[in-house]
């Protein structure tokens, strides 16, 4: 018979008390997944950079535990440490020159529509693409509530705005997105 | 999104909830992830395997010091302490016994000390 699965908690306290890397490594191997694939949805998909950011989310994870307050759930702490290293790489990515974005309907001529392909693939393709027109508040404040399926509250602790905010935030990125894909809009 | 204030016909809406929800679903293997983290870690904060036996041997100069500077001050003190809770002046060889049971338990001490975790 398998013993029932050791508690996040309990895993953080080994770590904090003792230092125990393995607590930490199995902390890491439940959350990785969200962590990367927020981090991937932020960056637009790109893999990489978001594999070295999810690793640079665990390691402040890690040195900051001890501030760790249990007051929110883990994962939403991890959440909030992933959008601040998004935040800061990317102010640093803004001092380099960036590519010029290209129009979606543009993009989506060159891969669109072989009868195989569903309208819906093809939306949830359109659709990750315009999400490169969003700000970085705007994209994050979609990922946390969509893809993390984050409360309005919850968001704000994650993104350290107000409620208010993160509802703008999500008003604006549609806003933005149904002109992107007016073409997908009915009638 | 667990705030459902907008329209559930909304078109817009409705593609990123599935959105979310193909999200929510797809598993990332972890692939040596958390091996690569585990190992981006600082190296663990431990003390040298001297620095232990130092202590110990530091405090016993110090006791050892003490009894050198401040002679018969420990014997007059130890046999005042003794009359006070035994009630009555103890002997040479009641004084030995105790001086071995305090040996006895300084040895374990050290030896509690200084053992490897």
């Known amino acids: ?187 | 999104m667990r705030n459902n204030e907008i329209d559930g016909d909304d078109w817009l809406e409705q593609a990123l909830r599935a959105e979310g929800r193909e999200h929510g679903s797809a598993y990332i293997a972890d692939d040596g992830f958390a091996a690569a983290v585990v190992g981006r870690l600082p190296p663990p904060v431990t003390a040298p395997s001297w620095r232990r036996a130092a202590v110990v041997l530091l405090w016993l100069c110090a006791a050892v010091a003490a009894v050198l500077i401040v002679p018969g001050l420990f014997d007059q003190a130890f046999r005042a302490a003794v009359a006070m809770f035994v009630g009555h002046r103890m002997g040479v060889a009641d004084i030995g016994g105790v001086m071995m049971l305090l040996a006895a338990m300084t040895w374990g001490a050290v030896v509690y000390a200084m053992r490897t975790d």
Request: glycine share 6%; hydrophobic share 45%; proline share 3%.
């Open chain 1, 1 to 187: 018979m398998s013993s029932p699965p050791v508690s996040d908690e309990v895993l953080i306290a080994r770590v904090v008390v003792r230092d125990d890397r393995h607590a930490f490594g199995e902390l890491v191997r439940r959350h990785q997944s969200v962590v990367r694939a927020t981090l991937r949805k932020l960056l637009g998909g790109n893999t990489a950079l978001a594999d070295d950011l999810a690793q640079e989310t665990f390691l402040l994870a890690y040195r900051n535990l001890k501030q760790f307050r249990q007051e929110a759930k883990f994962s939403t702490w991890l959440y909030r440490i992933a959008y601040n290293v998004f935040l800061a790489d990317a102010r640093r990515m803004k001092e380099l020159p960036m590519p010029e974005d290209s129009d979606v309907d543009e993009m989506a001529q060159g891969d669109s529509g072989g009868a195989s392909v569903s309208r819906q693939a093809t939306l949830a393709v359109d659709l990750e693409r315009a999400m490169s027109v969003l700000s970085d508040a705007e994209r994050a404040a979609i990922v946390q509530c969509y893809h993390n399926d984050l409360s309005h509250e919850e968001a704000a602790v994650v993104l350290g705005c107000p409620v208010g905010t993160v509802k703008t935030h999500i008003l604006r990125a549609k806003q933005k997105l149904k002109a992107r894909l007016g073409a997908w809009a009915p009638g």
